[in-house]
Nanobody
Framework: QVQLVESGGGLVQAGDSLKLSCVAS????????MAWFRQTPGQERTFVAA???????YYADSVKGRFTISRDNAKNSVYLQMNSLKPEDTSVYYC????????????????????WGKGTLVTVSS
């Protein structure tokens, strides 16, 4: 049974940094892209960042230059380093595993994800 568990969320001030972690249990996902999405109440879940099996990374324009995604295949984990946080980054952050084997493109959507975590809340105060 596949399970993704996020951690690292919390309450920070604008300008602070935070690092999210996501550990996957079950089969190894080294051949699949892993991604982070976020969602605020009443809004769609949106793409934040993804990293493919070849370590290629992709970011939403809103976080480019501030967030860094990384993965550790030995630990079946993906991370999101978030710097220079803004109040508009306040959301529940979800990690996910893409369903496409060896996908190396730049298009990541909710519909292309096979597995999801339950999310971790990040709150950025002004």
């Amino acid at each position: 049974q596949v399970q993704l568990v996020e951690s690292g969320g919390g309450l920070v001030q604008a300008g602070d940094s935070l690092k999210l972690s996501c550990v996957a249990s079950g089969p190894p996902f080294s051949l699949y892209a892993m991604a982070w999405f976020r969602q605020t109440p009443g809004q769609e879940r949106t793409f934040v960042a993804a990293i493919n099996s070849g370590q290629g990374a992709y970011y939403a324009d809103s976080v480019k230059g501030r967030f860094t995604i990384s993965r550790d295949n030995a630990k079946n984990s993906v991370y999101l380093q978030m710097n220079s946080l803004k109040p508009e980054d306040t959301s529940v952050y979800y990690c996910a595993v893409d369903r496409r084997l060896y996908y190396s493109g730049s298009d990541y959507f909710q519909s292309t994800m096979a597995y999801w975590g339950k999310g971790t809340l990040v709150t950025v105060s002004s």
